[in-house]
């Protein structure tokens, strides 16, 4: 076992290539210890003592393509700082530091406006990702710049591997995702802790992509996009790989200043299901709770729970909508045509879906938005023993919140319907909306 220099200085990518063997033990003591891009076998366990950070060398070049799923969409892809591969019980576990330097790939995929649509590869890695992914233009993007082939890292990524745990680290400045596990099973995260700034693109914090028996528990997270998120793919490739996000449990999370707080989609081809989330704060996130597809994603969303959860300061604390524009192109396209289009495997369906004693105060645009697709209406929503309130006092222009791109003005700040069937409201308050609190337009059937 070499001896880990952590001076901060010292290149340790060929001590940890060499110590990461299957049935290793390594346990870091304070420092800070630079490394490129690592991959973790089988049965390996990791602790990084307090003080103790991992710190990762911001060099594009040596982050050399693997083949994962980047985005929804199998490809080559830059690799993940630290990567499970087709492995099994491992653990990261301690108090401390998993940091991704990401502020390099942030500086270059903003500059230039790389994410554009019209971007295109210019440097090494680019065009090296490009000649890997020689279909990449005719690939769906989620607005993370696919089109200039700038695949950024995860800062941890599990690819089809079992029995994983995360316990009690922080993950700090990732590149892109910062969680991001995918075909995979038996996950547990618990008491970890994930911070990236707000302006930050693209940095989610969990995005479990097509994974089956998960845990987050009593987890923090401050990030530049969604908080809590559950993924399963893009379209016909998400698709043909029939592999759904089931079986999740989220208890005891607190989520601040991400796009939204507990988020599913909007990558949804495979499906999801059996999700349960409670026991949460999302605090100052743009939207609480929001569940987001689009035609073309496909999949369907079904039998989700969202129980006791606290919400503040959002724009809106519960959005469900099939209307999501993220990395979408031509607003014109018959994605976002308001007359029903014909049903196939790429149109995504959202259906028992329960709410309950739920607190949402001091919303910035609306109480609430479930609008479905008139070929896919959402279908069968309890809520029930809640609270969602709009500040009173806010001037926020409700079409600032991209949510309403494409559905027109709403005629109040409540609880907006559309494409709605089977709604059932029990014991539910909308608080300090001026007009209207519960908005019922087209499409809506058996509402009580």
């Given at each position: 076992?070499?001896?880990?220099?952590?001076?901060?200085?010292?290149?340790?990518?060929?001590?940890?290539?060499?110590?990461?063997?299957?049935?290793?033990?390594?346990?870091?003591?304070?420092?800070?210890?630079?490394?490129?891009?690592?991959?973790?076998?089988?049965?390996?366990?990791?602790?990084?003592?307090?003080?103790?950070?991992?710190?990762?060398?911001?060099?594009?070049?040596?982050?050399?393509?693997?083949?994962?799923?980047?985005?929804?969409v199998k490809c080559y892809c830059m690799h993940p700082c630290i990567l499970i591969d087709n492995a099994k019980n491992v653990t990261i576990k301690g108090e401390g530091t998993i940091d991704g330097s990401g502020k390099a790939f942030w500086d270059h995929?903003?500059?230039?406006?790389?994410?554009?649509?019209?971007?295109?590869?210019?440097?090494?890695?680019?065009?090296?990702?490009?000649?890997?992914?020689?279909?990449?233009?005719?690939?769906?993007?989620?607005?993370?710049?696919?089109?200039?082939?700038?695949?950024?890292?995860?800062?941890?990524?599990?690819?089809?591997?079992?029995?994983?745990?995360?316990?009690?680290?922080?993950?700090?400045?990732?590149?892109?995702?910062?969680?991001?596990?995918?075909?995979?099973?038996?996950?547990?995260?618990?008491?970890?802790?994930?911070?990236?700034?707000?302006?930050?693109?693209?940095?989610?914090?969990?995005?479990?992509?097509?994974?089956?028996?998960?845990?987050?528990?009593?987890?923090?997270?401050?990030?530049?996009?969604?908080?809590?998120?559950?993924?399963?793919?893009?379209?016909?490739?998400?698709?043909?790989?029939?592999?759904?996000?089931?079986?999740?449990?989220?208890?005891?999370?607190?989520?601040?200043?991400?796009?939204?707080?507990?988020?599913?989609?909007?990558?949804?081809?495979?499906?999801?299901?059996?999700?349960?989330?409670?026991?949460?704060?999302?605090?100052?996130?743009?939207?609480?709770?929001?569940?987001?597809?689009?035609?073309?994603?496909?999949?369907?969303?079904?039998?989700?729970?969202?129980?006791?959860?606290?919400?503040?300061?959002?724009?809106?604390?519960?959005?469900?909508?099939?209307?999501?524009?993220?990395?979408?192109?031509?607003?014109?396209?018959?994605?976002?045509?308001?007359?029903?289009?014909?049903?196939?495997?790429?149109?995504?369906?959202?259906?028992?879906?329960?709410?309950?004693?739920?607190?949402?105060?001091?919303?910035?645009?609306?109480?609430?938005?479930?609008?479905?697709?008139?070929?896919?209406?959402?279908?069968?929503?309890?809520?029930?023993?809640?609270?969602?309130?709009?500040?009173?006092?806010?001037?926020?222009?409700?079409?600032?919140?991209?949510?309403?791109?494409?559905?027109?003005?709403?005629?109040?700040?409540?609880?907006?319907?559309?494409?709605?069937?089977?709604?059932?409201?029990?014991?539910?308050?909308?608080?300090?909306?001026?007009?209207?609190?519960?908005?019922?337009?087209?499409?809506?059937?058996?509402?009580?």
């Amino acid at each position: 076992m070499p001896t880990f220099i952590g001076d901060g200085k010292f290149d340790n990518s060929e001590f940890f290539k060499s110590a990461l063997v299957e049935g290793a033990e390594i346990c870091l003591e304070e420092g800070v210890y630079l490394t490129g891009p690592i991959t973790i076998p089988s049965d390996v366990t990791i602790t990084l003592k307090k003080g103790a950070t991992i710190k990762f060398i911001p060099e594009f070049d040596r982050y050399e393509p693997v083949y994962s799923r980047w985005e929804g969409v199998k490809c080559y892809c830059m690799h993940p700082c630290i990567l499970i591969d087709n492995a099994k019980n491992v653990t990261i576990k301690g108090e401390g530091t998993i940091d991704g330097s990401g502020k390099a790939f942030w500086d270059h995929i903003e500059s230039g406006d790389k994410r554009h649509a019209d971007s295109k590869p210019t440097i090494a890695i680019e065009k090296k990702l490009a000649a890997l992914n020689p279909d990449y233009l005719n690939q769906p993007s989620g607005g993370g710049g696919r089109q200039c082939q700038f695949l950024r890292p995860p800062l941890f990524q599990a690819f089809r591997s079992e029995n994983v745990t995360l316990e009690g680290v922080h993950l700090q400045n990732s590149p892109f995702w910062t969680i991001h596990p995918v075909f995979s099973k038996n996950l547990v995260f618990k008491g970890i802790s994930i911070s990236n700034p707000y302006e930050a693109p693209n940095t989610d914090g969990f995005d479990i992509d097509s994974c089956t028996n998960v845990k987050i528990l009593d987890c923090k997270v401050s990030v530049g996009d969604d908080g809590i998120c559950f993924k399963s793919g893009s379209g016909s490739d998400g698709i043909a790989d029939k592999m759904p996000t089931s079986n999740v449990l989220v208890e005891g999370c607190t989520v601040h200043g991400a796009h939204g707080g507990i988020v599913l989609g909007s990558e949804t081809a495979c499906g999801i299901h059996d999700v349960v989330a409670k026991n949460c704060k999302l605090l100052g996130t743009d939207r609480g709770i929001r569940i987001k597809s689009r035609r073309g994603r496909g999949g369907t969303l079904e039998n989700l729970v969202f129980e006791n959860l606290t919400m503040d300061k959002n724009f809106c604390p519960f959005t469900c909508y099939l209307w999501y524009r993220g990395g979408a192109g031509d607003p014109n396209s018959p994605l976002y045509a308001q007359t029903a289009q014909p049903v196939t495997d790429e149109t995504p369906h959202v259906r028992n879906l329960t709410i309950r004693n739920c607190v949402g105060t001091n919303a910035s645009a609306s109480a609430m938005l479930i609008a479905g697709l008139p070929e896919a209406p959402i279908e069968n929503v309890e809520i029930s023993n809640c609270s969602f309130g709009v500040d009173p006092e806010t001037t926020f222009d409700v079409n600032e919140a991209d949510m309403y791109l494409g559905l027109g003005t709403p005629e109040s700040r409540g609880a907006r319907l559309k494409w709605v069937k089977g709604l059932k409201l029990d014991n539910v308050e909308i608080t300090g909306v001026k007009g209207k609190k519960i908005i019922l337009e087209e499409g809506c059937e058996d509402i009580k």
